[in-house]
């Protein structure tokens, strides 16, 4: 009996020792992993940042475009006419047009908003070449000392300067306002050939930057024609004929422009 109790408890005594064996492992597996520390990721320190300019698109500006509608080719020239008109507040405040006997020379002049001279070389027609010549010849310009201002000084109507050349000798007049017939003819069709100038350079202007424009300028010929300002209206047909068949421009201004064309050759016949 005694032998069989020491077995017993030497039993009892196996099992609780493998017991605590097994809890032991699994307290064990309970225990949470240490966290791993996550490798450090290397940030970039942000360098400067080239940011691209900005293409300002070129402002339009009332200047001579690059592209030219029947620019007449510079001529050398010996000026022998000289003709300035200056109304300070008029839309073209200066006028300079110069030239010699044949007609070539070129304009130059100032206008309003324009922010500088503009300049282009012209090249007058026979008929308004023979014009300017049949006037001074029978107001034996060179030879006169006759005054073409009228009594009543009219500075509001702008101030006309006239210079002619010729074998070594000179004269200049001025005045604003004339009853001489001859003295009158002569500055209005120097101011005819300012009108044309003028207005190519605006037809043309207006080609480049606002061509919706240009029938307004058709309509503005038209007016000139009419009122007898323009110095020899065929002179202007090549131009016309351009303008008539040329997409760049508005199809009301070709069909305005074709119009002009019938007027003036049949004006001409």
């Known amino acids: 009996m005694a032998n069989l109790g020491h077995t017993r408890l030497a039993v009892l005594s196996l099992f609780a020792l493998l017991s605590l064996g097994v809890a032991g492992i699994g307290q064990a597996r309970k225990n949470p992993r240490p966290a791993s520390t996550p490798t450090p990721i290397a940030t970039p320190t942000p360098g400067p940042v080239t940011v691209p300019e900005a293409s300002s698109a070129p ?8 592209g030219k509608i029947s620019a007449p080719v510079p001529a050398t020239f010996v000026g022998t006419h000289l003709f300035l008109f200056e109304r300070p507040g008029f839309l073209v405040p200066r006028l300079v047009i110069e030239h010699d ?3 070539k020379g070129k304009t130059s002049f100032d206008r309003d908003g324009s922010g500088g001279t503009i300049s282009d070389p012209i090249e007058l027609s026979t008929n308004t070449i023979a014009g300017i010549a049949a006037v001074l010849k029978r107001m034996a310009f060179l030879d006169s000392t006759e005054n073409y201002q009228y009594t009543n000084d009219m500075p509001q109507m702008g101030t006309n300067t006239f210079t002619l ?22 500055i209005d069709e120097y101011r005819r050939i300012g009108n044309e100038a003028v207005w190519r350079f605006e ?11 240009t029938p307004k300028l058709l309509r503005a010929l038209e007016s000139y024609i009419k009122r007898n300002e323009i110095s020899d209206p065929p002179h202007i047909l090549p131009l016309l004929k351009e303008v008539a068949v040329d997409e760049r421009f508005p199809l009301i201004a070709r069909n305005s422009a074709a119009k002009l064309i019938k007027q003036i050759e049949k004006s001409a016949k």
């Open 59 to 66: 402002h339009k500006r009332n200047v001579r475009p690059d």
């Open 165 to 186: 050349k010729s074998g070594g000798r000179a004269r200049t007049v001025t005045y604003n306002w004339t009853t001489n017939a001859d003295a009158k003819f002569l």
């Open 101 to 103: 006997d044949a007609g």
């Open 203 to 213: 037809l043309a202007l207006a080609r480049e930057n606002q061509p919706l424009q």
